[in-house]
């Protein structure tokens, strides 16, 4: 078995690798002078079961023709089995059409994938799990819940006045998972977005008054959706709100809102390598889920159950 990581996310890769007590494969990713991407693999990978290791987090483009470049290198090196490792899925939001004239990204997304050689797909937390199905190889999705219920365990003493919270009516079964993990309550923000990019909270559903509540969502991007959410349940009387994401994307203006919302805590992991300014912003905390990943891949090189993980 060979790890090689990409430049997305070195960081992650690096623990992944500590976990299983493997370097990774010596590669080079560069740039030619108009940004093509060239990829030469340093080591011998005939007849290996390659895990390809790449986010294709911001900037996506980059890192998803990265990611398609080392598969087709490996492919024409004789890798005898090559799996995608794709902790944060980009393009998992278009996993339908919106309208008339309109693509389904994440499709065509997994077909790339699988067009150039990957013979399987290990993500985590995809925003949908119908996502699954795009694929035409064998695809495991992993989710951060055991990770996210433990470290809520290890920080909040007072299990009764936890209440999980999803921010919208599409995260339900996410949340009501951790809620059950937690032998916690539920509840849920109804709101109304009025445009693209732009949320309004309607209503909450479930009594929020003196809880610690917990907003458990996928993926935080503009932030705005969180902030809007969290200050809906500080006014209908909770005593404090703190958010956990699976993947931190925090484009634009995110951490502003963050910085000055109610939310007394955003925990994310490091499916995305998170900047400076995150990783040190007071706010926010990472929890590591490279032992969650290196475990399913030692699981799939010895051809061991990955769905007990989660037992």
């Not at 790339?112 to 995809?126: E, P, S």
């Not at 365990?153 to 995260?171: F, L």
């Not at 955003?266 to 990472?286: C, F, G, M, Q």
Request: glycine share 8%; aromatic share 4%; proline share 4%.
């Amino acid at each position: 078995m060979k790890l090689l990581s990409a430049n997305s996310n070195r960081l992650l890769a690096q623990a992944i690798g500590d976990y299983l007590d493997m370097p990774l494969t010596k590669a080079r990713i560069e740039r030619f002078a108009d940004k093509e991407i060239f990829v030469t693999i340093d080591e011998n990978v005939r007849g290996e079961d390659v895990f390809v290791i790449q986010s294709t987090s911001y900037p996506a483009n980059d890192n998803l023709m990265e990611l398609l470049i080392c598969i087709d290198a490996l492919t024409r090196a004789s890798a005898k089995r090559i799996t995608a490792v794709i902790p944060y899925f980009g393009y998992a939001r278009q996993d339908r059409k919106t309208g008339g004239r309109t693509p389904i990204s994440a499709k065509l997304v997994a077909n790339l994938i699988v067009r150039a050689g990957a013979h399987r797909v290990l993500t985590m937390d995809l925003h949908a799990g119908q996502i699954q199905g795009f694929f035409d190889i064998p695809t495991d999705n992993l989710v951060a819940i055991p990770f996210m219920a433990k470290d809520i365990k290890a920080n909040y003493t007072n299990a009764h006045e936890i209440m999980v919270v999803s921010p919208d009516v599409g995260g339900v079964v996410r949340a009501r998972a951790l809620a059950d993990r937690l032998g916690g309550d539920l509840a849920i923000v109804d709101k109304r977005r009025p445009r693209a990019g732009e949320s309004e909270v309607m209503n909450i559903i479930g009594d929020v008054t003196g809880r610690n509540c917990i907003l458990f969502d996928d993926i935080v991007d503009s932030g705005g959706t969180l902030v809007n959410a969290a200050k809906a349940l500080i006014d209908r009387g909770a005593t404090s709100v703190s958010a956990y994401i699976s993947h931190g994307v925090l484009s634009g203006k995110a951490m502003e809102r963050v910085e000055n919302s109610v939310l007394k805590e955003l925990v994310i992991t490091d499916s995305i390598e998170a900047p400076e300014h995150v990783r040190n912003h007071p706010k926010v905390r990472i929890v590591g889920v490279a032992p969650l990943i290196g475990e399913a891949i030692r699981r799939i090189a010895n051809e061991e159950s990955v769905s007990k993980l989660f037992d």
